[in-house]
């Protein structure tokens, strides 16, 4: 169980590593769009909500079925005004998915938002400090 959470939490920093170098590769190649809060917000959260509805179907094929259509609902029915909001949709799904699937996927799942949030802070501060 704690080596699983270990192995987890490496992916989970290897995810956040990935999306910073993107974003800081696509702000060097002065892509200014990537540098606004709800770009970037969606380019770190996205990848670990992936990563997390992943994890709970890849074992459950009537689960995976039903999430197709979950995911589906929420992009064609809904007019989404911005990749954020889109990206705070699928975490709402993502949560309850992994509570439905068992608890600790759920606890893991915050966890990793958790740790992801405080490397937004961060880059927040530090763009307006070295602005």
């Known amino acids: ?14 995810l956040l590593f ?3 170098s993107i974003r800081f590769g696509l702000s060097y190649l002065k892509q200014n ?3 606004t809060f709800s770009q970037t917000a969606t380019l770190i959260f996205l990848p670990i909500i992936t990563y997390t509805i992943t994890s709970v179907i890849s074992g459950n094929i009537a689960l995976s ?3 197709v259509g979950a995911l589906s609902i929420i992009r064609f029915r809904n007019p989404v005004r911005s990749p954020f909001e889109l ?5 709402a799904i993502t949560l309850g998915i992994a509570a439905a699937a068992d608890i ?3 606890l893991f799942f915050l966890y990793s938002l958790f740790i992801s949030s405080i490397c937004i802070l961060i880059i927040t501060k530090s763009a307006k400090i070295f602005k």
């Not at 169980?1 to 290897?14: A, T």
């Not at 990206?87 to 975490?91: N, S």
Request: glycine share 6%; proline share 0%; aromatic share 20%.
């Open 1 to 14: 169980m704690f080596s699983s959470f270990i192995g987890k939490s490496i992916d989970i920093l290897v």
């Open 18 to 20: 990935a999306s910073l």
């Open 33 to 35: 769009w990537i540098k």
């Open 65 to 67: 079925l039903g999430m």
């Open 87 to 91: 990206t705070t949709y699928f975490t």
């Open 104 to 106: 600790k996927w759920l």
